[in-house]
């Protein structure tokens, strides 16, 4: 368990509190709790198993490390659950919508105790909810769109929420007597956004005792089913979980199937019937001989293909470009030389300049920009001009002591609304690097947002999460994207693809339309503490699974090129 997931808990029991009405005080401990955990650079769960007594770290006190010990050591923690059960479930759906935050839940539950999303969606467009205090039009029209979005969705996770318990389960499997082979397979294996449920396969000598051994999992929370060649459970998070025997003859044609996606199934079927060949989860067939399904090289090869990359199968032209000998060479973690965005104490990170250095330095970076936020997001402390000098005479000092990375001067600069930006141009001139964002008046129609943007690539160098989008919850803004991309190749802009795991944006599908438009990108971590750093390998899967090759990523390049591409005229 990683400490965003222990804070996760803390947060989401507060929420609850919140809503129940509990004093205030309770509540803000709860969230004290949460930012101290997500911002520490200690790890927890590794600090519980090592025996260390939590109570000497600051701001944790007896009840609060007895209640890590809980949750860190049964992945569960009981008051959360006890609230669960009190509070209706609808009330927390609630929660993930934009602008719904539980003191507004409550005002909603105590004036007409509504505890369903359909509920919720009548009020709203009776207009009964626009007469409670502080609801306003805007605020209605965003609970309606964040409704109609949680409904697409269904229940997703993040990619990155379910790659621990993922790996988790695969470990557990791989220990069994017997068993010889454990992959997960589809969505999951594409490295997609996010994940419906988990695919897992498993070559075994007796499925039965594997089956009883995997409904024993201990974060199984119900199972569903348990066949003869497949069992279905539910784990502790509600993910759902699909495991298959297969036969080691046809492993490859079962990985491949379950990896899918289906759309690229269809299209290989299809390729495949015009050779008078047919295909499926068993094997690849002419007539009634088995010709390929060991590997899934041997199942590309039977149709007239080569390996193809699980994260660019989503039939967006892969077959083709394979026809074409045209697959792009995909971008890898280790292709990557620094990390272009990250926050420090001078805004809203939780480590010092001098902290983020040194865990640059040990992850191999060659160089790193420290991009603390302007002025304008008040709220998260940004900068101001003088601060940020102050910022730069630290840099200095930094430099010196640290010769063997190259830090660089930048800020996270507020794109205004009328796409001006949030720092004059004497101030910008002394960056490095400028990373622009728009933080604020996502609603613009598509000409205006497009103007905005169109304004500010002349004086930044990286657009910093371009869609603006979370993940399941907003949609992100309008703009005509190929006609940023080709200013933005002309002026020397990266997009950025940010990889905190619930943004991740740029998505899969532009990150490929800036490719073929010329735009380069840079994968950033946004890291807000030193852990954080690690999100990077989440931008990389995007990257991926939008065909970003090595000489598209303007954070692969040797320092002398990267600076070149960074300077303005
Ligand atoms: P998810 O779970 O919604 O994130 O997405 P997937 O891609 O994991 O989809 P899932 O779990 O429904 O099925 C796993 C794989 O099985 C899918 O990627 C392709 C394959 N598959 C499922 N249903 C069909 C189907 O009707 N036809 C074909 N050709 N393949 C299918
Ligand atoms: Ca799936
Ligand atoms: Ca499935």
Redesign the pocket.
């Known amino acids: 368990m990683n400490n965003s997931e222990i804070a996760k808990i803390f947060s989401q029991t507060a929420d609850l509190l919140e809503i129940k009405g509990e004093n205030s005080f309770k509540v803000r401990a709860y969230r004290n709790a949460a930012r101290i955990i997500e911002n520490s650079s200690k790890d927890f769960e590794k600090l519980v198993r090592e025996g260390v007594d939590l109570t000497r770290l600051p701001g944790i006190g007896k009840d609060l490390s007895e209640y890590i010990k809980e949750i860190v050591l049964t992945h569960r923690f009981s008051k959360l659950e006890e609230l669960k059960k009190e509070i209706p479930s609808g009330l927390l759906e609630m929660l993930s919508i934009e602008g719904l935050g539980p003191k507004r839940i409550k005002q909603i539950y105590d004036a007409f105790g509504i505890t369903s999303l359909d509920e919720l969606k009548k009020y709203a467009q009776s207009g009964e909810l626009a007469k409670l205090k502080g609801f306003g039009p805007k605020l209605i029209e965003k609970i309606l769109k964040g409704i109609k979005q949680l409904k697409k969705a269904g229940i997703?996770f993040l990619w990155a929420e379910v790659e621990g318990i993922a790996n988790e389960l695969k470990e557990y499997l791989q220990k069994f007597d017997g068993v010889e082979i454990v992959e997960i397979?589809?969505?999951f294996r594409r490295k997609?956004e996010s994940?419906?449920?988990l695919?897992v396969l498993v070559i075994a000598k007796d499925y039965k005792k594997v089956s009883e051994y995997f409904i024993k999992f201990k974060r199984v929370k119900e199972v569903h089913s348990a066949g003869l060649t497949r069992s279905t459970v539910f784990l502790e998070n509600s993910l759902q979980v699909d495991l298959r025997a297969v036969s080691r003859e046809s492993y490859g044609a079962a990985l491949h199937?379950?990896?899918?996606?289906?759309a690229h199934?269809?299209k290989i079927?299809r390729l495949a019937i015009e050779k008078g060949l047919r295909v499926n989860e068993y094997g690849v067939y002419e007539g009634e001989r088995k010709i390929a399904g060991k590997s899934e090289d041997e199942v590309y090869k039977a149709v007239g293909l080569c390996y193809i990359e699980p994260e660019l199968r989503e039939n967006r032209g892969e077959i083709e470009a394979c026809l074409a000998g045209e697959l792009p060479k995909l971008v890898e973690l280790f292709d990557l030389r620094g990390d272009l965005h990250m926050h420090t104490i001078y805004s809203d990170g939780a480590c010092s300049i001098e902290e983020m250095v040194k865990r640059a330095i040990e992850l191999g970076y060659e160089y790193i920009a420290i991009t603390d936020h302007s002025k304008r997001l008040s709220v998260a402390n940004g900068l101001d001009e003088k601060r940020l000098l102050e910022q730069f005479d630290e840099i200095e000092r930094l430099k010196k002591k640290y010769p063997q990375i190259k830090i660089l001067k930048g800020a996270e600069v507020d794109i205004l609304e009328d796409g001006s930006l949030d720092f004059s141009d004497e101030v910008l001139k002394r960056l490095d690097i400028v990373v622009g964002a728009i933080h604020y008046k996502f609603n613009l129609d598509k000409k205006t947002q497009t103007k905005r943007i169109l304004r500010a690539l002349p004086k930044i160098n990286i657009l910093a999460h371009p869609l603006n989008r979370l993940i399941n919850k907003r949609e992100g803004i309008e703009a005509e994207w190929d006609e940023i991309f080709k200013m933005a190749k002309e002026l020397n802009v990266a997009m950025e693809i940010n990889s905190q795991p619930d943004r991740l944006d740029l998505n899969d599908i532009l990150s490929k339309r800036a490719k073929e438009i010329g735009c380069k990108v840079a994968i950033n971590s946004d890291a807000h503490n030193i852990k954080m750093f690690e999100f990077i390998r989440y931008g990389v899967n995007q990257a991926r699974r939008g065909w970003i090759e090595k000489e598209d990523v303007i954070n692969t390049f040797e320092f002398d090129r990267l600076s070149n591409f960074l300077k303005k005229i």
Do not use: M
């Open positions: 997703r397979a589809g969505s997609k994940v419906g449920d695919d199937y379950f990896t899918g996606s289906k199934n269809i079927r």
